[in-house]
């Protein structure tokens, strides 16, 4: 079957310019995460969504990021008024749900600011 | 400190060698532990799940200390496939995943 998607795969945003980062997770799945992956580093925590409980957003690093998943499934991560230390890979994950654990990424979105 | 350590590496390592990657985690609490795969600018895939018993899968073995909270992983005969970097991860809460860093492999012919 389909596994995650995400879009744009690379995208290449002016310092200061907003951004909006879609993930496509896996039917069915009802948890999803978005992680951040910058150069040398490991994955960081952004935000987690599990079902229709209110998501996890300890991990976003300020403000200006937000992220929605709409119906339970589509989720998208906006960055505002983008900075170049926010250049990274944006990844997406999905989980069947509370009793799994196995997280299945997406491909990810490499954004670079300049 | 941070939470989930590993040895960055590069190890290289022959083709046929056994080769071992440790990774110490700081949180007590944790419950649950993996090791993900990743290729060069590709996402993390699952290599499998790390038990208090130890588990094998094939050419591949993890193990859990907790009284020393670290989990290792070895791969026997290794393959130039295995080349990638391992990622080892330890649960906080029922949800909540830290990464390590990675470790990266490189398989020699």
């Known amino acids: 079957g389909a596994g995650v998607s995400q879009s744009p795969s690379n995208k290449v945003t002016e310092k200061g310019k907003d951004v909006e980062l879609r993930c496509d997770p896996i039917s069915g799945h009802t948890a999803l995460y978005w992680y951040r992956q910058s150069l040398g580093q490991g994955l960081e925590f952004l935000i987690y969504f599990q079902g229709n409980s209110a998501p996890d957003k300890s991990g976003l690093p300020s403000d200006r990021f937000s992220a929605e998943r709409t119906g339970g499934s589509v989720s998208t991560l906006t960055i505002q008024r983008t900075q170049q230390e926010d250049s990274a890979v944006y990844l997406c994950?999905?989980?069947?749900?509370?009793?799994?654990?196995?997280?299945?990424f997406g491909p990810g979105t490499r954004l670079t600011v300049t | 400190r941070k939470e989930v350590e590993q040895d960055p590496g590069p190890f290289n390592v022959p083709e046929g060698a056994t080769v071992a990657f440790n990774c110490t985690y700081s949180n007590s609490a944790s419950q649950s532990f993996f090791w993900y795969r990743q290729d060069c600018r590709k996402e993390p895939k699952l290599l499998m799940s790390?038990?208090?018993s130890g588990n094998e899968d094939g050419r591949f073995t993890a193990q859990l200390n907790r009284a020393s909270q670290y989990i290792s992983l070895l791969i026997r005969d290794s393959k130039l496939s295995d080349s990638a970097t391992y990622l080892c991860v330890a649960s906080r809460g029922t949800y909540k995943y830290i990464f390590g860093t990675g470790t990266r492999l490189k398989v020699l012919a």
């Open positions: 994950a999905s989980r069947l749900g509370l009793a799994t654990y196995e997280q299945y």
């Open positions: 790390v038990y208090s």
